[in-house]
């Protein structure tokens, strides 16, 4: 983690001094659709999956450009997603346990900031390539019934993330895309208390959570 925080730094600086150069600057709304999956890691991490889930983001966005087709484009986005866990079944003992799907929504601020390299196509259209990270605020404390104590998704959480993706921007003002975002760091946990382990231990155990997300976007630019 310390090494990526060192990345996200350099690449900070590396856009402060694009932006600096910036030949052009336009600023627009940022709209898109995109399908969220939970990873797990941890003790139980192959006693849990996750389907696709869709949601929803907005916000406004700025874009700083060269001559040389080196950029930076960055956002505020309100973010609505539904995240889904599923608990498979399982036999603890005489006691058999069913499958349970759960799915809730999840709410944050997300902030990414690209690095992008764009490519003309004549005086109406050019092509753009993009990555950098992302930085995601949660609104509010969620939990998962039946799932460890504590809240599953705390609002403390920063959760970090890293984007790629391409796209075109056609006559100047419209902007099409679609991209990936990758989990870096996780963005919630649980503690699973007096688990099973072998017959007759119990032990508290971890379960991290981690949200990829596929990503499509418009942008209308001013």
């Known amino acids: 983690m310390k090494k990526f925080s060192a990345l996200c730094l350099s690449l900070l600086v590396a856009f402060a001094g ?16 995109d399908l969220t999956k939970v990873k797990y890691s941890g003790d139980m991490k192959n006693n849990f999956s996750s389907d696709n889930k869709s949601g929803w983001y907005v916000g406004p966005k700025i874009v700083f450009s ?3 087709g ?39 601020i997300e902030i990414p900031i690209n690095l992008r390299y764009s490519i003309g196509l004549g005086s109406s259209a050019s092509v753009f390539a993009y990555t950098g990270p992302q930085f995601g605020f949660a609104l509010q404390n969620m ?9 599953n998704f705390s609002r403390e959480n920063l959760n970090t993330t890293w984007n790629i993706g391409a796209g075109v921007r ?12 990758f989990a870096i760091g996780k963005a919630g946990k649980a503690i699973l208390h007096g688990v099973g382990v072998n017959e007759g231990e119990s032990q508290d155990l971890e379960l991290k959570y981690k949200t990829n997300t596929f990503q499509v976007q418009l942008a209308y630019m001013f």
């Open 143 to 151: 939990k998962f019934n039946n799932l460890g104590t504590g809240n």
């Open 66 to 68: 060269t001559v040389i």
């Open 18 to 33: 694009l932006t600096a150069k910036a030949q052009k600057f336009s600023y627009g709304i940022v709209a898109g659709y």
């Open 70 to 108: 080196l950029g930076v484009d960055a956002s505020l986005q309100y973010s609505q997603r539904k995240l889904n866990i599923t608990q498979e079944g399982y036999i603890d003992g005489n006691v058999v346990y069913d499958k349970v799907s759960q799915s809730q929504t999840y709410r944050t």
């Open 170 to 181: 056609l006559f100047k003002h419209l902007e099409a895309s679609v991209g990936y975002n």
